[in-house]
T-cell receptor, first 113, second 112 residues
Framework: SQTIHQWPATLVQPVGSPLSLECTVE??????LYWYRQAAGRGLQLLFY??????ISSEVPQNLSASRPQDRQFILSSKKLLLSDSGFYLC????????????FGSGTRLTVV | KQEVTQIPAALSVPEGENLVLNCSFT??????LQWFRQDPGKGLTSLLL?????REQTSGRLNASLDKSSGRSTLYIAASQPGDSATYLC???????????FGKGTTLSVSS
Protein backbone atom coordinates (compact mmCIF):
# COMPACT_ATOMS: atom_id res chain seq x y z
CA SER A 1 0.00 0.00 0.00
CA GLN A 2 1.03 3.59 -0.52
CA THR A 3 2.24 5.73 2.36
CA ILE A 4 3.54 9.25 2.66
CA HIS A 5 6.03 10.42 5.26
CA GLN A 6 6.82 13.94 6.39
CA TRP A 7 9.40 15.10 8.87
CA PRO A 8 10.01 16.68 11.20
CA ALA A 9 6.59 16.93 12.85
CA THR A 10 7.43 20.19 14.60
CA LEU A 11 10.18 22.73 14.14
CA VAL A 12 11.08 26.01 15.84
CA GLN A 13 13.59 28.07 13.92
CA PRO A 14 15.00 31.58 14.39
CA VAL A 15 14.48 34.27 11.78
CA GLY A 16 17.20 34.14 9.15
CA SER A 17 17.99 30.46 9.62
CA PRO A 18 17.74 27.89 6.79
CA LEU A 19 14.94 25.36 6.40
CA SER A 20 14.65 21.89 4.97
CA LEU A 21 11.46 19.84 5.14
CA GLU A 22 11.33 16.42 3.58
CA CYS A 23 8.50 14.35 2.16
CA THR A 24 8.75 10.82 0.78
CA VAL A 25 6.17 8.53 -0.77
CA GLU A 26 6.28 4.75 -0.72
CA UNK A 27 4.45 2.16 -2.74
CA UNK A 28 3.95 4.07 -5.96
CA UNK A 29 5.93 5.36 -8.90
CA UNK A 30 5.99 8.72 -10.64
CA UNK A 31 3.55 10.44 -8.30
CA UNK A 32 2.58 14.08 -8.60
CA LEU A 33 3.82 15.78 -5.44
CA TYR A 34 2.60 18.94 -3.75
CA TRP A 35 3.54 21.29 -0.93
CA TYR A 36 0.74 23.20 0.77
CA ARG A 37 0.88 25.68 3.64
CA GLN A 38 -1.87 26.33 6.16
CA ALA A 39 -1.45 29.60 8.02
CA ALA A 40 -3.55 30.62 11.00
CA GLY A 41 -6.99 31.76 9.89
CA ARG A 42 -6.33 30.95 6.27
CA GLY A 43 -7.09 28.02 4.04
CA LEU A 44 -4.58 25.66 2.51
CA GLN A 45 -2.42 27.44 0.00
CA LEU A 46 -0.62 25.57 -2.75
CA LEU A 47 3.09 26.43 -2.75
CA PHE A 48 4.74 24.03 -5.20
CA TYR A 49 3.91 21.00 -7.28
CA UNK A 50 5.99 18.53 -9.24
CA UNK A 51 5.02 16.10 -11.97
CA UNK A 52 8.46 14.50 -12.23
CA UNK A 53 12.09 14.53 -11.13
CA UNK A 54 13.54 18.00 -11.41
CA UNK A 55 10.20 19.46 -12.54
CA ILE A 56 8.99 22.08 -10.08
CA SER A 57 6.23 24.63 -10.52
CA SER A 58 5.71 27.49 -8.11
CA GLU A 59 2.25 28.84 -7.43
CA VAL A 60 3.07 31.71 -5.10
CA PRO A 61 6.13 33.98 -5.07
CA GLN A 62 7.78 33.56 -1.70
CA ASN A 63 10.85 32.98 0.36
CA LEU A 64 10.73 29.24 -0.26
CA SER A 65 11.95 26.81 -2.90
CA ALA A 66 11.32 23.15 -3.65
CA SER A 67 13.31 20.35 -5.17
CA ARG A 68 12.64 16.79 -6.28
CA PRO A 69 15.96 14.94 -6.34
CA GLN A 70 14.33 11.49 -6.59
CA ASP A 71 11.05 10.18 -7.95
CA ARG A 72 9.40 9.85 -4.54
CA GLN A 73 11.17 12.60 -2.61
CA PHE A 74 10.07 16.20 -2.36
CA ILE A 75 11.98 18.80 -0.36
CA LEU A 76 10.91 22.27 0.74
CA SER A 77 13.71 24.70 1.54
CA SER A 78 14.53 28.23 2.49
CA LYS A 79 17.88 29.98 2.78
CA LYS A 80 16.64 32.55 5.30
CA LEU A 81 13.36 32.15 7.15
CA LEU A 82 10.98 35.02 7.77
CA LEU A 83 8.40 35.32 10.54
CA SER A 84 5.71 35.04 7.88
CA ASP A 85 6.95 31.57 6.96
CA SER A 86 5.39 30.19 10.13
CA GLY A 87 2.59 27.74 9.48
CA PHE A 88 1.58 24.14 9.01
CA TYR A 89 3.20 22.57 5.95
CA LEU A 90 1.58 19.62 4.27
CA CYS A 91 2.89 17.36 1.56
CA UNK A 92 0.51 15.49 -0.72
CA UNK A 93 0.64 13.09 -3.61
CA UNK A 94 -1.61 11.86 -6.36
CA UNK A 95 -1.33 9.82 -9.53
CA UNK A 96 -1.88 11.36 -12.92
CA UNK A 97 -4.44 14.13 -13.05
CA UNK A 98 -5.73 13.47 -9.54
CA UNK A 99 -8.80 11.55 -10.57
CA UNK A 100 -8.29 9.08 -7.74
CA UNK A 101 -7.93 11.75 -5.12
CA UNK A 102 -5.11 13.19 -3.09
CA UNK A 103 -3.34 11.74 -0.06
CA PHE A 104 -1.76 14.02 2.51
CA GLY A 105 1.07 13.58 4.96
CA SER A 106 0.81 14.32 8.66
CA GLY A 107 2.32 17.79 8.32
CA THR A 108 5.10 19.86 9.84
CA ARG A 109 4.33 22.67 12.26
CA LEU A 110 6.94 25.40 11.65
CA THR A 111 7.28 28.30 14.07
CA VAL A 112 9.74 31.02 13.17
CA VAL A 113 10.81 33.07 16.19
CA LYS B 1 -9.76 31.85 -10.79
CA GLN B 2 -11.48 29.10 -8.80
CA GLU B 3 -12.65 30.06 -5.33
CA VAL B 4 -14.09 27.68 -2.76
CA THR B 5 -16.28 28.84 0.10
CA GLN B 6 -17.47 26.83 3.07
CA ILE B 7 -20.39 27.76 5.27
CA PRO B 8 -20.65 27.86 8.22
CA ALA B 9 -17.12 28.51 9.46
CA ALA B 10 -17.97 26.86 12.77
CA LEU B 11 -20.79 24.68 14.04
CA SER B 12 -21.66 23.33 17.48
CA VAL B 13 -24.27 20.61 17.88
CA PRO B 14 -25.35 18.11 20.54
CA GLU B 15 -24.62 14.46 19.99
CA GLY B 16 -27.11 12.63 17.81
CA GLU B 17 -28.02 15.49 15.51
CA ASN B 18 -27.95 15.20 11.76
CA LEU B 19 -26.06 18.07 10.15
CA VAL B 20 -25.12 19.54 6.80
CA LEU B 21 -21.92 21.28 5.82
CA ASN B 22 -21.93 23.43 2.72
CA CYS B 23 -19.33 24.06 0.04
CA SER B 24 -19.61 26.29 -3.01
CA PHE B 25 -17.21 26.88 -5.87
CA THR B 26 -17.14 29.59 -8.52
CA UNK B 27 -16.03 27.63 -11.60
CA UNK B 28 -18.24 24.65 -12.41
CA UNK B 29 -15.64 23.14 -14.76
CA UNK B 30 -14.29 20.75 -12.17
CA UNK B 31 -12.74 17.31 -12.49
CA UNK B 32 -13.73 16.15 -9.03
CA LEU B 33 -14.46 17.32 -5.49
CA GLN B 34 -12.98 15.87 -2.33
CA TRP B 35 -14.01 16.20 1.33
CA PHE B 36 -11.34 15.93 4.00
CA ARG B 37 -11.26 15.81 7.75
CA GLN B 38 -8.53 17.51 9.77
CA ASP B 39 -8.02 16.95 13.48
CA PRO B 40 -6.17 19.69 15.41
CA GLY B 41 -2.49 19.73 14.52
CA LYS B 42 -2.84 16.79 12.17
CA GLY B 43 -2.78 16.14 8.46
CA LEU B 44 -5.80 15.64 6.22
CA THR B 45 -7.79 12.45 6.01
CA SER B 46 -9.79 11.90 2.85
CA LEU B 47 -13.46 11.21 3.52
CA LEU B 48 -15.19 11.17 0.15
CA LEU B 49 -14.27 11.80 -3.47
CA UNK B 50 -16.97 12.73 -5.99
CA UNK B 51 -16.16 12.67 -9.68
CA UNK B 52 -17.71 15.41 -11.82
CA UNK B 53 -20.05 12.88 -13.43
CA UNK B 54 -21.38 11.68 -10.08
CA ARG B 55 -24.15 13.15 -7.93
CA GLU B 56 -23.23 11.70 -4.56
CA GLN B 57 -20.99 9.38 -2.59
CA THR B 58 -21.64 7.64 0.71
CA SER B 59 -19.37 6.23 3.37
CA GLY B 60 -20.96 5.04 6.60
CA ARG B 61 -22.71 7.97 8.24
CA LEU B 62 -21.35 10.41 5.67
CA ASN B 63 -23.01 11.38 2.43
CA ALA B 64 -21.66 13.97 0.04
CA SER B 65 -23.62 15.39 -2.86
CA LEU B 66 -22.47 17.39 -5.85
CA ASP B 67 -24.43 19.80 -8.03
CA LYS B 68 -21.80 20.87 -10.51
CA SER B 69 -24.02 23.20 -12.51
CA SER B 70 -24.82 25.30 -9.45
CA GLY B 71 -21.34 25.02 -7.99
CA ARG B 72 -22.40 23.37 -4.75
CA SER B 73 -21.60 20.37 -2.62
CA THR B 74 -22.95 19.31 0.75
CA LEU B 75 -21.57 16.91 3.33
CA TYR B 76 -24.29 15.27 5.39
CA ILE B 77 -23.33 13.69 8.70
CA ALA B 78 -25.96 11.47 10.27
CA ALA B 79 -26.31 10.87 14.00
CA SER B 80 -23.29 12.98 14.93
CA GLN B 81 -20.88 11.77 17.63
CA PRO B 82 -18.25 13.58 19.74
CA GLY B 83 -15.62 11.77 17.70
CA ASP B 84 -16.83 13.67 14.63
CA SER B 85 -15.45 16.90 16.12
CA ALA B 86 -12.86 18.19 13.65
CA THR B 87 -12.44 20.63 10.80
CA TYR B 88 -13.98 19.54 7.51
CA LEU B 89 -12.41 20.79 4.31
CA CYS B 90 -13.84 20.84 0.83
CA UNK B 91 -11.50 20.92 -2.18
CA UNK B 92 -12.04 20.95 -5.93
CA UNK B 93 -9.81 19.89 -8.77
CA UNK B 94 -10.39 21.97 -11.89
CA UNK B 95 -10.44 20.41 -15.34
CA UNK B 96 -7.53 22.58 -16.36
CA UNK B 97 -6.04 22.83 -12.91
CA UNK B 98 -2.94 21.29 -11.53
CA UNK B 99 -3.85 20.92 -7.88
CA UNK B 100 -6.68 20.99 -5.38
CA UNK B 101 -8.18 24.33 -4.40
CA PHE B 102 -9.42 24.35 -0.81
CA GLY B 103 -12.05 26.15 1.16
CA LYS B 104 -11.18 27.43 4.63
CA GLY B 105 -13.15 24.68 6.30
CA THR B 106 -15.96 24.21 8.78
CA THR B 107 -14.94 23.48 12.36
CA LEU B 108 -17.43 21.10 13.92
CA SER B 109 -17.86 20.52 17.64
CA VAL B 110 -20.19 17.76 18.82
CA SER B 111 -20.97 17.75 22.53
CA SER B 112 -21.99 14.69 24.51
Amino acid sequence: SQTIHQWPATLVQPVGSPLSLECTVEGTSNPNLYWYRQAAGRGLQLLFYSVGIGQISSEVPQNLSASRPQDRQFILSSKKLLLSDSGFYLCAWTIGTGGFGYTFGSGTRLTVV
Amino acid sequence: KQEVTQIPAALSVPEGENLVLNCSFTDSAIYNLQWFRQDPGKGLTSLLLIQSSQREQTSGRLNASLDKSSGRSTLYIAASQPGDSATYLCAVLGQAGTALIFGKGTTLSVSS
